[in-house]
């Protein structure tokens, strides 16, 4: 029996983009498509089949304990990242400027999907939803490069807002205008 649930609800790829190199800057290169591997998208800094752990599970193992990455990729929201840049001040946030590396239009409350919730395109390829990314301080710096001021608002105006981590369950290619189909676990809410 099947234990996730293809939903009627489908997005669609406005923005692709990888971080090449952390150490110079946050901010990602846009293209028009991505190869997924299992290490995530090739040239990408947070790929990897493994990374080192981070603030986010300190709770867990000491930082840089090498663990699964399930942080591969950051997928955020067209219609949240519009919230965000209106709470920050701007008409638009260049998704480029927070690192991210997939943004997805037509999925509401992006933010909140299930963990090991599912996005598929149209190949066949698949990315797994982690968990909720979390803003952090790291994207004002870039976005207040270019937009004055407005990076320091980041943080706050992100908060539940910043998209999702994830990670490649099936390799393929993602492409601009690609339809998402999305697929959650069909178990009730966690009520301990």
Same mark, same amino acid.
């Not at 990455?69 to 519009?82: D, P, T």
């Not at 001021?149 to 998209?163: E, Q, V, Y």
């Given at each position: ?24 800057? /946050? ?8 190869? /997924? ?5 090739? $040239? ?21 304990? @090498? ?11 067209? @219609?949240? /990242? ?77 908060? $539940? ?10 390799? $393929? ?20």
């Amino acid at each position: 029996m099947p234990a996730l649930t293809p939903t009627k609800i489908k997005g669609e790829v406005v923005w692709i983009g990888h971080v090449p190199d952390r150490d110079a800057s /946050l901010r990602s290169t846009a293209a028009a498509m991505a190869n /997924l591997t299992y290490a995530g998208i090739p $040239g990408e800094v947070h790929g990897g089949l493994t990374r080192p752990s981070c603030s986010r599970v300190t709770s867990q193992y000491p930082r840089n304990t @090498e663990i699964r990455n399930v942080r591969q990729l950051s997928v955020v929201s067209a @219609e949240e /990242l519009a919230e965000i840049a209106a709470d920050c001040g701007l008409a638009t946030l260049d998704p480029a400027l927070i690192g991210a590396s997939l943004v997805i239009s037509g999925i509401p409350d992006f933010s909140h999907l299930p963990p090991s919730s599912r996005l598929q395109f149209p190949d066949g390829s698949v990315i797994v939803v982690d968990m909720q990314n979390r803003p952090c301080h790291l994207p004002a710096k870039v976005i207040n490069a270019d937009h004055p001021g407005a990076g320091d608002k980041f943080k706050t105006a992100a908060k $539940g807002k910043r998209g999702v981590t994830a990670w490649v369950e099936r390799e $393929g290619t993602m492409q601009l205008g690609d339809t998402v189909q999305l697929h959650i676990p069909d178990q009730r809410a966690w009520a301990p």
